[in-house]
């Protein structure tokens, strides 16, 4: 089993920066691709990126390309650290972000790979 929590929500300015770290922890976290996924109030959940079991390949969004980036840290057997860096916000990166955890890694950031879910965290970006 893995228990995937993620934080850093909060307001950023339009143009500003914000950074959300996701602890997944477990026996298999290792096993486990990662992934960050968004919700904005009003639209469907949408991928944000993925990465797979060791962080050498990741996948974006072509809406986040360039501005967010996604690291991830193995160096606990049994808890690893998935960040999301965010650069040059945009009012429509406002939604709520989801860090998830599956056992398939096929490239694309599909929702149905991903098995494990965090609460979710607020992100608000003001003009």
């Known amino acids: 089993q893995v228990q995937v929590v993620e934080s850093g929500g909060g307001t950023a300015q339009s143009g500003g920066s914000r950074r959300l770290p996701c602890t997944a922890s477990g026996v298999t976290a290792r096993d486990h691709v990662l992934g960050w996924f968004r919700q904005a109030p009003g639209k469907e959940r949408e991928a944000v990126g993925c990465t797979d079991f060791n962080g050498q390949n990741t996948r974006y969004a072509d809406s986040v390309k360039g501005r967010f980036t996604i690291s991830r840290d193995n160096s606990k057997r049994t808890q690893n650290l998935l960040r999301l860096q965010m650069n040059n916000l945009k009012p429509d990166d406002m939604a709520t972000y989801y860090c998830?955890?599956?056992?398939?890694?096929?490239?694309?950031?599909?929702?149905?790979?991903?098995?494990?879910w965090g609460r979710g965290t607020k992100v608000t970006v003001s003009a």
């Open positions: 998830a955890a599956g056992r398939n890694w096929r490239g694309n950031c599909d929702s149905s790979d991903f098995t494990h």
